[in-house]
């Protein structure tokens, strides 16, 4: 299995609006493939404006925040690619999409880098912020995954929070607790099995 970089990636609509959403990124040789499962905006996006920002952020609270309805995260413009790049971001990448492997549940877009920029140290692993994008990975596939498997994976989680987490890492693990339960207050009993993959 290839290497997958967990990002924000920003896309554009065909307003030249700005769509972010964080996505596991593909390495493909000095490439990355985008694999948006369908329906989703960055899929619409990719096919009308070609190109995506890659941000690399130590910041788990917009992982957290996209995927609980705070998609408002301060942007500027991309440089060598039409996009924008996320103020923050350890270091970004602009992409340019070369080909499209089609598929019925989640196409591929093989894109190549077109310039890339690092703007601020990495500052070393926090067992707190791997925590909560795993958490923020079940909170997205609360449709596919069953009940059991994601309030088991809560709890052992939620040891490395209680332990390593900074005030942004709490807040970030309390939105997606909060999305979790939600759902659960209005979902039926059982949770159907799904697909689990990358
Ligand atoms: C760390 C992380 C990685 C994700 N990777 C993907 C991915 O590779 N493909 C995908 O379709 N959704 C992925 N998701 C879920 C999307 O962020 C979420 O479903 C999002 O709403 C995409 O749909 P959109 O483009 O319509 O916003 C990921 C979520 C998280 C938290």
Same mark, same amino acid.
């Given at each position: ?128 912020? $791997?925590?909560?994008?795993? #958490? ?8 596919? &995954?069953?009940? !059991? *498997? /994601? +309030? ?7 040891? $490395?929070?209680?332990?390593? #987490? ?8 309390? &939105?997606?607790? !909060? *999305? /979790? +339960? ?17």
């Amino acid at each position: 299995m290839p290497m997958i970089r967990e990002c924000i990636v920003t896309t554009l609509n065909g307003e030249g609006r700005t769509h972010i959403a964080p996505l596991g990124l593909i390495q493909e040789g000095d490439g990355w493939i985008i694999a948006p499962f369908r329906p989703s905006a960055t899929l619409d996006n990719l096919r009308i404006t070609p190109f995506a920002v890659a941000n690399f952020t130590d910041d788990v609270l917009v992982f957290a925040g996209c995927l609980t309805g705070n998609k408002d995260w301060p942007l500027r413009s991309a440089t060598h690619v039409p996009g924008t790049v996320l103020e923050g971001a350890l270091a970004h990448a602009e992409l340019e999409v070369a080909s499209v492997e089609e598929d019925d549940q989640r196409p591929r877009f093989h894109c190549r880098v077109v310039y890339e920029a690092s703007h601020a140290p990495f500052k070393g692993f926090n067992r707190a912020q $791997a925590a909560v994008i795993e #958490a923020a990975i079940l909170a997205s596939r609360l449709h596919m &995954l069953p009940r !059991e *498997k /994601i +309030e088991q994976e809560l709890a052992y989680l939620q040891i $490395a929070v209680e332990k390593t #987490a900074g005030p942004r890492e709490h807040e970030a693990w309390r &939105l997606l607790v !909060e *999305k /979790i +339960e939600d759902h659960y207050k209005h979902a039926p009993p059982t949770q159907p099995e799904g697909p689990e993959g990358p």
